[in-house]
């Protein structure tokens, strides 16, 4: 009887502990420092399964991979408002931190590879394993932060902002007053 009783009592704080150390959403949610907890929502998706994010990201993919697609870029001044910079551009803008190839990989065996989280990848022939994953597109690597949208004439733009200046990006022209390219040549000597 008293092994009895102290295996019901083992089993009991086992349970206890289990249930302390249990993180899952429905024992507790993350709260801030005021005390307000984490908000949900369930999201109805369209007809087509796709909530409206996932629609915007599969158009988009779409139009950036549009056989002979011809965009239209814009430089604006954030301060005059004016366009500096117009240009045509064939197929898409393109980020330089954009990639074919992983940016951190290690060999198949050794340096420390665990072999279990890691993604097999080829690199010139040879076999490495990457923890990163290969995005939509087909590249890795980071974008420069950008919005991008339809107008209601059903027009795409990508809207970006660097460096002072406001650069946007369309698949129709945009109506502008004037294009004011300025370009400094270095004296001669």
Known sequence: MRKLLLVVSLVAMSLL???EDDCSPSQSSPQSASGVQQARVSLQPGTDGLTAEQRNI???LLEDNKPGAIKH???ISPYSGQVIL???VKGKVTSGGKRLTPTTVSALSGQNNSQGDFIPVGISGSGY???EVLQDDGTYGNSG???YWWDVRGAYHQHYLTGGQIITISDQPLPVKSVTINIEAASEK
């Open 17 to 19: 502990f289990m249930a």
């Open 58 to 60: 599969k158009g988009r």
């Open 73 to 75: 870029l814009y430089v």
């Open 86 to 88: 117009y240009s045509t």
């Open 129 to 131: 394993r990457t923890a």
């Open 145 to 147: 932060d950008y919005l």
